[in-house]
């Protein structure tokens, strides 16, 4: 079976030669383990981090050893109490085809309440991030203004909507393309929306928001966050999930330069890591299938096919080539 391999740590632009796919065999479980066939892969920007030597949240990736990431996949053999053949279970073992783990690290996946795919993204990781950002760190109220960026990605289209859901007054989304601009305004109904390649984030946020912004969530850091900064109204709430435009860079950057504002109109900031709020899953998987079966809440995926196609599609990632969530799909 196959597994991908970080083979040196990149410097700034990650590229192919990075990385290399190695075939590796298969280990029959143990007492308590299960093998699982990969189904599905996720590929995410925080593993961007983890290819770094520096330590932070998460532990950097070994060199020439498997990467770790999120994945679903079939049980094919169980020597663990309450897993059979044919169960699906969401694990950690992602980059592979196959991989042989303690079951108690995984949790059962229903593929009938479902799709699978849906446990890496909006039943998952990346709509966790929304809704514990928006109703937690945000404390969203109705007749909030937000604005997200990275808006037509996994995190950022879902938390613009839920902003809707939960009475927005307005939501307002950047993104990295004309189409992916349209999505948002004629299919998950945001209010406004720009591209932010088209001009100055600054001024085309202002022309969006001309009464400021009482929420920015930040997927995106930057020239991004010192534009919000600049809208914010008094009492604004920045939720910091991510600084993508930065994760690349070989030098430190500038902005935001206009912190300082933070004192005059008494916004707070404050980080998000999704792992310290899964206590709220039964609640936010509750509330948002629910809106995702009844059509209000809209979703989208890129799927690329194979394990070949894995590094491609993390690369593809960290450039804007995903409208949602960013996956991989590997044969049944
Ligand atoms: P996305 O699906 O949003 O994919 C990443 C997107 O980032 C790309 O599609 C691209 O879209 C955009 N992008 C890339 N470079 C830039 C740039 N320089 N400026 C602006 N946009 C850029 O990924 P996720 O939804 O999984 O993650 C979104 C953010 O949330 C990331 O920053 C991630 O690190 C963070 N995150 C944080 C978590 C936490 O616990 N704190 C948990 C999960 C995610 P475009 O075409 O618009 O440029």
Not at 106 to 117: E, H, I, Q, R, T
Not at 170 to 177: Q, T
């Amino acid at each position: 079976a196959r597994e991908w391999h970080l083979a040196a740590r990149p410097q700034g632009w990650p590229v192919p030669t990075d990385f290399a796919l190695v075939e590796a065999p298969v280990r029959t479980p143990g007492p308590g383990e299960i093998l699982v066939r990969n189904t599905h892969l996720s590929v995410d920007p925080y593993m961007r981090g983890r290819m770094s030597a520096r330590k932070s949240y998460a532990e950097p990736y070994e060199l020439d050893k498997p990467m770790l990431g999120g994945a679903v996949g079939r049980v094919v053999a169980s020597q663990a109490e309450g897993f059979a053949e044919g169960d699906y279970v969401l694990h950690f073992f992602g980059w592979r085809e196959y991989a042989t783990f303690d079951a108690k690290t995984s949790v059962k996946v229903d593929p009938n309440a479902a799709p699978l795919s849906t446990y890496l993204g909006v039943l998952g990781m990346p709509g966790l991030t929304a809704y514990a950002g928006l109703t937690r760190i945000a404390e969203i109220k109705a007749g909030d203004v937000v604005f997200v960026s990275g808006a037509a990605g996994a995190v950022g289209g879902i938390v613009g909507q839920i902003a809707k859901l939960k009475g927005a007054a307005r939501v307002i989304g950047s993104a990295g393309s004309d189409e992916k601009v349209k999505l948002l305004v004629e299919e998950y109904g945001f209010d406004a929306a720009f591209n932010y390649k088209n001009g100055p984030v600054a001024e085309q946020l202002q022309a969006a928001a001309p009464d400021g912004i009482d929420v920015y969530f930040d997927n995106v850091g930057g020239e991004h966050l010192e534009a919000a900064i600049e809208v914010m109204n008094l009492h604004g709430r920045i939720v910091v999930c991510g600084m993508i435009s930065q994760y690349n860079a070989t030098e430190p950057t500038a902005a935001p330069r206009n912190l300082a504002q933070i004192i005059a109109k008494r916004f707070r900031m404050e980080g998000l890591l999704v792992g310290d709020h899964y206590d709220l899953q039964p609640k936010f998987v509750e509330e948002v299938s629910a809106w995702v079966r009844s059509g209000e809440l809209k979703y989208r995926e890129t799927v690329t096919q194979g394990i070949d196609s894995a590094v491609d599609a993390f690369l593809g990632l960290l450039s804007g080539d995903n409208v949602g969530k960013m996956l991989i799909k590997l044969p049944e």
